[in-house]
């Protein structure tokens, strides 16, 4: 979310088929999902996934490796 947001996106959150919405300048809306390690959509975010795209639009999955020791 922060690397979209130093390109001067706007984002915003959606918690539902996609964790946010990046809107950015002369660029079409990014719907994306964060996943932990190797978490895999569910059945709902995947019917979103092809939803988004069906419309034109681009949905990406971005990984984390997000643990509470890193805390």
């Known amino acids: 979310m922060?690397?979209?947001?130093?390109?001067?996106?706007?984002?915003?959150?959606?918690?539902?088929?996609?964790?946010?919405?990046?809107?950015?300048?002369?660029?079409?809306?990014?719907f994306v999902e964060v996943k932990q390690g190797c978490g895999s959509l569910t059945e709902y975010q995947k019917k979103t996934m092809l939803e988004v795209r069906k419309s034109g639009y681009e949905y990406k999955t971005e990984r984390c490796s997000c643990s509470k020791k890193d805390e």
């Open 2 to 30: 922060i690397e979209h947001e130093r390109e001067g996106c706007l984002v915003v959150p959606t918690g539902k088929g996609s964790d946010f919405i990046a809107i950015c300048p002369n660029k079409k809306p990014l």
